[in-house]
Each structure stands twice: as structure tokens, then as C-alpha cells.
């Protein structure tokens, strides 16, 4: 059977392979022109991971650069097998990055800056990223206090580093003889006319929130550098790597959203800068994002993938339990965002909101037998069926 799927992946590159009816003994595919985000979800042991498997599987075959972001760890090491099975040695080490910030020493600078004039970029990324982390007692005060910190270290005292950041907005001295220094008017403005003026609790929330961060050894050794050791722009547009990006190391779910959440940044940084070099974006290689339990990717931030990401010919699949987790309009935009929704067994809220796509009464969804979904395309002709999720160690 295994034979049969690759035979299949490797002749129909028009094709992606979703599931497959084991009544009718045949593989269900979408055509891979179609293809721009796509959204899995269902309840835990549904079979989300193995569908995911199946889209990475045919990224393997096709010599395809993806990254995947897994917060708890299962499906990066399962995949990390197949890639140990798929790949010959030599490319297995050329293209596959494994990191996990408690087992690996890579160093990740993610605001590390190598074109000056585009430098807003990264810094808006970055406090986007970081948004995710503290969604909730955010504010336009601790991100304006935030952008500024970055802006002065970014001009006064590069490279900037997270710890910069904090003594910025801990150390008054250092922070006023970096501001003398600024050519900047705006950034001196800002710390000598406007930030005295705000409360001293502005400043703790935004202090507190990288010292949480810096207070993790194993957060601050990869991401608290002045350098990066890895190219991940070299990475992905040059060798068209893989990289599995492995959280599972006892994080709190906060801490888990914001590593999650940088990841997204750097793709995001990578992919902007596309627009230099392609002047046809359309033209440039594919690449693939997974993100599992998307549910730990605040709503705003995950409008915001699903968008930017499009425009840079990158696909999105995002794989969570529930639509729950998404405030109400996110939840309505998923189809649109997305224009591939596959559906296992669900709570009863997904059933009722995704119904409507695949022509069925809710009550068909959530009383799916486990690891049968239905699925949805919204492409240049709508495809939709019901389908058994292929089981990769079959």
C-alpha cells in the first residue's frame, strides 16, 4: 500500500492526497492549484496528526521545504522518523534542522536586523509575536514603551538582544546616555517628553514580560544572542530545508504561544523579503507551514499568518481540537482564510459552523467515527467528500 501512495504522490504532482476509502480501495485528492491554506480539526485521537503526516509525507517525496511547529512534541519526532527513512544521509543533514530550544544549541537572534532600512519590519513582527504571549493585558501603552525600547537599541546599541531590551527599560542611566546619542529626534522625543508621563505600571508590564522570558535558561540561550548561528533565510530559500521546530520541553502554554509565535516571525521575515528578490512572487519555490494545536496561536495572530503568508507563497495548514479557541469573526473568516477545511469528529460548536460546507446536518460531524472526516475545497470547482485519513505505519 505504502508503494501504491508514493507511486501516486510521485505521478500526480497536480494532486494532494487527503484521505482514502478503504470500501472503495481509493486514495481522495485536491488539486494542488487550489491549495492555498488549509484548516484540520478535530477532538484528540480523532486523527488530525495522521492527515498532517500525509501532507508532510508528499512535501518529503516532492523534494518540498516546510516547516513544522508542534508545542508538544509527538508529531515532530514521528515525522523526524519518516524523514530518517525517506531522506539519504547526506541530504537528510544538509536540509533537516531540528530545534528544540531545551536539546539544541542553535542560536536565533529574531531581532536581528541585515537590511537597516527595513529594520520596522522586524520590529513589528517581533511585538506582534510578543502580543501573542500576553494577548490579554496588552496595550497601546506597553507596545508603544515596547517599540521604542527596540527603536533605541536598535540605532544606540545594536545588535539588539532581548536583554538590551530590559536593561532599556530598567537602567534609567544607561537608557538616558543611549537616548543623548540617538540621531533619531522621534526615539529622544518619545523618552525624554512622553514617557515620563506615564505610570510606573506601564513600565512593569512590559519589563515583567521579558524578564518572564529571560528568566527560562533554555529560552534565553537560544534566543537571548547578540548572533544567530543558523541562516534560516539561507535556510529555506537556498536549500529548501525542513525544519521541525520541537516545543515539548515543559513550557507553560504562555511560553509555548510565544516560541510558537517567533517561529511565525521569523517564516514571516523571511518570506517578506521576497519581494526584493522575485519580482513575480507566483514564481517563487513553495513552502509549507504546519502549525499543530493552532489553537495556542491567538486569534488576531492567526489572521494575520494566514494573510501575510498567502501574499509570499507560503501554505498554512493549522491543525486544532476545536474552533472554540478563535473569537467569533476569526471563526466565520476560517473558510475564506483558508479554502481547505478538513473535519473529524468534533464539539458540537464546530459541527454547527462547518456544516454548511459539506452539505450534512452537525450531528454527521460529531458523531464521525473516529479518524473519517469530511473535507472541503474551495477552489475553481468546489471538491468535497467524506474520507478515512490514511494510516502511515499501515
Known amino acids: 500500500m505504502m508503494k501504491r501512495l508514493e507511486d501516486l504522490i510521485l505521478n500526480n504532482p497536480d494532486q494532494i492526497i487527503v484521505g482514502y476509502d478503504p470500501y472503495k480501495d481509493r486514495f481522495y485528492s485536491i488539486p494542488s492549484s487550489s491549495r492555498v491554506h488549509t484548516l484540520i480539526v478535530g477532538e484528540t485521537g480523532s486523527g488530525k496528526s495522521e492527515t498532517l503526516k500525509l501532507l508532510i509525507y508528499q512535501n518529503i517525496l516532492r523534494k518540498e521545504g516546510f516547516m513544522l511547529i508542534d508545542p508538544h512534541g509527538s508529531l515532530a519526532r514521528q515525522v523526524m522518523k519518516i524523514l530518517e527513512k525517506e531522506l539519504p544521509t547526506e541530504e537528510f543533514k544538509k536540509r533537516v534542522l531540528y530545534i528544540n530550544p531545551e536539546v539544541t544549541d542553535y542560536r536565533i537572534n529574531p531581532l536581528e536586523v541585515k537590511d537597516y532600512s527595513k529594520r520596522h519590519i522586524v520590529v513589528m513582527s517581533f511585538i506582534s509575536a510578543l502580543k501573542n504571549l500576553y494577548e490579554y493585558a496588552w496595550g497601546d501603552r506597553l507596545e508603544t514603551i515596547l517599540r521604542n525600547a527596540i527603536n533605541l537599541v536598535m540605532e544606540c546599541d545594536p545588535p539588539c538582544t532581548l536583554s538590551k531590551i530590559a536593561r532599556v527599560l530598567a537602567d534609567n542611566k544607561h537608557r538616558d546616555m543611549l537616548v543623548k546619542s540617538a540621531v533619531d529626534k522621534e526615539v529622544e522625543y518619545f523618552w525624554f517628553n512622553i514617557y515620563p508621563n506615564y505610570a510606573r505600571e506601564a513600565f512593569t508590564a512590559v519589563y515583567n514580560k521579558l524578564d518572564k522570558l529571560l528568566s527560562i535558561q533554555s ?48 517564516l ?15 514564481l517563487a519555490r513553495q513552502y509549507y507551514l504546519y502549525i499543530d494545536e493552532a489553537q495556542l496561536i491567538s486569534a488576531f495572530a492567526i489572521r494575520e499568518v494566514l494573510n501575510a503568508l498567502r501574499k509570499f507563497n507560503v501554505k498554512v495548514t493549522l491543525a486544532t481540537q476545536t474552533i ?38 452537525a450531528e454527521q460531524i460529531y458523531t464521525l467515527p473516529l479518524h473519517y472526516f469530511y473535507f ?16 502511515m505505519n499501515e
Open 219 to 266: 529560552v534565553r540561550k537560544t534566543f537571548n544572542v547578540e548572533e544567530s548561528n543558523i541562516d534560516i533565510d539561507k535556510a529555506i530559500e537556498e536549500d529548501n530545508s525542513i525544519i521541525i521546530v520541537d516545543l515539548a520541553s515543559g513550557f507553560t502554554d504562555d511560553i509555548s504561544r510565544f516560541l510558537a509565535s517567533l517561529f511565525i516571525h521569523i
Open 268 to 282: 514571516y521575515i523571511t518570506a517578506r523579503k521576497r519581494i526584493d528578490k522575485i519580482e513575480d512572487l507566483k
Open 324 to 361: 472554540n479557541a478563535f473569537d467569533k469573526q476569526v471563526q466565520k473568516e476560517l473558510p475564506a482564510l483558508c479554502r481547505t477545511v478538513i473535519c473529524f469528529r468534533s464539539d458540537i460548536d464546530t459541527a454547527e459552523a462547518f456544516a454548511y460546507l459539506f452539505n450534512v446536518k
Open 376 to 391: 472541503y475545497l474551495q477552489g475553481e470547482e468546489v471538491v468535497k467528500g467524506l474520507a478515512k485519513s490514511y494510516l
